[in-house]
Every structure is written in structure tokens, then in C-alpha cells.
């Protein structure tokens, strides 16, 4: 409960500090004079609300990110999958993707203006294109990191490359998987966006372009609050997944300095020399010498 209003307290503050910034205009370096107050952007978020628009647009970039993203992990899993695997694929696939990921999925609206017949096509073409690689690249890192004894002692109980693959393969690789879908969905949000700015028509990325064209800055910020809380909301879905799917791994959880710390044992008294001993003691003891003796 601690740390969840420590949470809360610190997107007050922020907030807070907004508000004090914007009313007072304030123009040391930074020209908040220029930025709506929190007032003013809650009040053009009630009244978006209140609209049909605002749900439209929702729905339209939710299904973009939705069908984007689940392409991308499909594709990203399975390529990353048969390139750790395969060396074939690996020299067959791997100079074409290491080529094209470093280009910015941004940068291919021309191409799916060009190759797609719609934008709402393109549009999630790119959302995909977006998300592929850091699956792609996490899931190839964490097949290859899997210890071969795991492998080994699968195929030694008679076991063949798809048992492989469902028993050790997939399930090792699971927590790498997690973590590029975690970077992918927010890549996507960042390029469907970018995306619904540049050719869309609807879209909280679309509206959010609009209202800046029209001077409406709290419309603006209505879709940067817009985005960040799907952006949010999509993001730890996908973890929670991930700590579902995951929940043989040992966790660890933080730990006190102090409460790691041993207490000291007791110093546990010498005996006197004249103490009895055990009975047991003595019994070795005295067969002991009758062996020496003998």
C-alpha cells in the first residue's frame, strides 16, 4: 500500500506542478505560458467524452495496434524461432532482416502507400513492421541462450524435433519472448500514431494531428493523455501475460538490507574438561582402545 501511493503521490505532484506552471504562466527558459492548464485539458477531455468522435477514433486505433501487434508476435516468434534453429534460414533470412531493421518503421509510409490498396492496410502493415523486430531479435537471443543439456536429455527419452521444440524450445524461451513483446506493443503505439498522423483518417493519432492544424492545444493534449493511458493499459496487459505464462520461474523480490542480514549465533559455552561425556561417547571411546590394545 506504501508504494502504491507513493505512486499516486508522484503523478499528483506532477500534475500539481503542471498546473502551477501553466496558471502562472511562467516563462523562465521553457514557455509554459504557451501550455494549456490541467483545467483546461480536463475540461476538452469531458467534453471529447460526451462525443461519438472520441469512441470512434478509440476503437479505430485499438483494432490497428490489436492486429498490428498480434501479427508481429505470430511472425516475430516464428522467425526468431527458425533462425536460432536453422542454420539455413539463418543464412537464408538473416542478411535480408538485419538490413531492414535498422530502417525506422516510420520511414516505410511511402512504401505501404504505394504497395497497399487502402491505408487502413498500410497503416497496419507499418504497426506491424514496428513490432517484428524486437520480437524477432528477443526471441532469437533467447533460443539460442537455452542450455543444450535440456535438448540433450529430451532426444536420450526418445523424444523428436517437435517435442523439442514444444517441451524446451518455446517454454525456455518464453521469458526473452515477454520481454520484446513489452518493447514491441510500445514501438507499435509510437509508429501507429506517427502513422494515423501522416495517412489516416481516423484515429487518436489522426484527431490529435487535427486539432493541432486547428490551434485546439487542449484537443492535443486530450490525444497525448489518450495515448499514454492505452499506451499504459496495453503494455501491462503483456507483462501480466508474461507473469502468467511464466509462473514456474522463481521470482525474487527486494529485500532489506537489514532484513537479509543473519543474526548472529550465540557463542556456545565450552564444556569443562571434567564434564561426563555422552554414553555414547564413551562406548567409542573405550572400543577404540580395546582395538589398540589388540
Keep these: 500500500m506504501t508504494r502504491y501511493a507513493l505512486r499516486v503521490a508522484s503523478l499528483g505532484i506532477a500534475l500539481g506542478l503542471w498546473q502551477l506552471l501553466t496558471s502562472q504562466e511562467i516563462d523562465l527558459w ?19 467524452l460526451a462525443g461519438s468522435d472520441y ?31 536453422s542454420r539455413l534460414a539463418e543464412d537464408l533470412l538473416g542478411p535480408v532482416l538485419e538490413v531492414v531493421r535498422p530502417v525506422p518503421a516510420i520511414a516505410l509510409v511511402p512504401v505501404a502507400i504505394l504497395l497497399f490498396p487502402s491505408n487502413e492496410q498500410g497503416i497496419v502493415f507499418i504497426t506491424c513492421t514496428a513490432a517484428f523486430f524486437p520480437v524477432l531479435v528477443s526471441t532469437r537471443h533467447a533460443v539460442r541462450a537455452l542450455a543444450p543439456v535440456w535438448e540433450e536429455a529430451v532426444r536420450t527419452m526418445g523424444g523428436g524435433r517437435w517435442r523439442v521444440l514444444g517441451s ?35 484515429g487518436v493519432g489522426y484527431r490529435t494531428w487535427q486539432d493541432y492544424t486547428v490551434v485546439d492545444y487542449p484537443g492535443v493534449f486530450v490525444g497525448m493523455v489518450t495515448i499514454g493511458v492505452l499506451g499504459w493499459l496495453t503494455s501491462t496487459a503483456v507483462e501480466l501475460l508474461g507473469r502468467r505464462l511464466t509462473r514456474w520461474l522463481p521470482r525474487t523480490s527486494y529485500v532489506p538490507a537489514t532484513a537479509r542480514a543473519k543474526p548472529a549465533r550465540a557463542a556456545t559455552p565450552a564444556r569443562p574438561a571434567h564434564a561426563a561425556a555422552p554414553a555414547g561417547h564413551d562406548t567409542e571411546e573405550a572400543r577404540d582402545e580395546h582395538l589398540v590394545r589388540d
Design 55 to 85: 469512441w470512434t477514433d478509440l476503437t479505430d486505433s485499438l483494432t490497428r495496434i490489436l492486429t498490428g501487434f498480434l501479427l508481429a508476435a505470430v511472425l516475430g516468434v516464428g522467425a526468431g524461432v527458425l533462425v536460432a534453429r
Design 168 to 202: 524446451v524450445v518455446l517454454p525456455g524461451a518464453l521469458p526473452g519472448v515477454f520481454g520484446g513483446l513489452s518493447v514491441g506493443i510500445g514501438v507499435s503505439w509510437i509508429c501507429v500514431i506517427s502513422a494515423e498522423m501522416i495517412s489516416g483518417q481516423y
Design 30 to 48: 521553457l514557455r509554459f505560458s504557451q501550455f494549456p492548464t490541467v483545467t483546461d485539458v480536463a475540461h476538452a477531455f469531458t467534453g471529447r
